[in-house]
């Protein structure tokens, strides 16, 4: 199973864990990209305002789904960029947020790789354009709730994949074939995340 070989933090194991809706905790999430610039480096960014919803039971993690909504235009610079910088990124050749504000991912399966991993697929609208995902996960452990702590539901993961941005129809800057003169098509990505799920049996309805 995908949860249960793992011990939570308040020392009960992913099987305890509630099945339900899991909330993303966007105090504990981030969401960061790069791609090769000049193929001298990878520039890195990330987007400052995303929601997910996870629905899960932890029995059968087989069957769970994900959907994610980013806000595209909270795209964030962690290199100081120049004047008008951010608000090309922002603009019809690259982002594209007046036409296309949001970004969003919904998957379509799940397949276990391993005790604490798996692939998960889905679908990722970018700029209009709609195209299969994958994301490599790994289960970082969760617990049922901590009472007055954090009497919630807790899990966490890491996930990792790349697209070709062609795919989603942003051309622009890509090296010419047999050169790294541009900005490269393929793009990773980086998320760390937690979610808040269903409370303790115990503070229901308090």
């Known amino acids: 199973m995908l949860l249960s070989p793992l011990a939570a933090h308040a020392g009960d194991t992913a099987a305890d864990l509630p099945a339900g809706s899991y909330k993303i905790d966007k105090y504990h999430s981030t969401l960061i990209f790069r791609a090769n610039h000049l193929g001298f480096s990878f520039y890195s960014a990330s987007f400052a305002d995303f929601d997910a919803t996870l629905e ?28 008008g910088f951010r608000d090309m990124l922002l603009g019809p050749d690259w982002l594209n947020v007046s036409d296309h504000p949001k970004i969003t991912y919904r998957s379509t399966g799940i397949e276990l790789t391993g005790a604490t991993t798996a692939v998960v697929t889905g679908d990722l609208t970018f700029r209009g ?10 289960f970082n452990g969760g617990y049922p709730g901590l009472a007055v702590y954090d009497p919630q539901a807790r899990i966490g993961f890491s996930a990792t994949g790349t697209l070709k941005r062609s795919d989603f129809s942003m051309s622009y800057g890509l090296p010419p074939e047999g050169s790294n003169l541009g900005v490269g098509d393929e793009v990773e990505f980086v998320i760390e995340t937690e979610f808040s799920g269903p409370p303790l049996k115990e503070t229901e309805g308090q």
Do not use: G, Y
Not at 62 to 81: E, F, Q, R
Not at 129 to 138: F, H
């Open 129 to 138: 354009v709609t195209r299969p995902v994958e994301l490599n996960v790994r």
């Open 56 to 83: 899960l039971d932890p029995v059968d993690p087989a069957k769970a789904s994900l959907s994610v909504d980013i806000n595209a235009a909270s795209l964030h610079l962690t290199a100081t960029p120049p004047d």
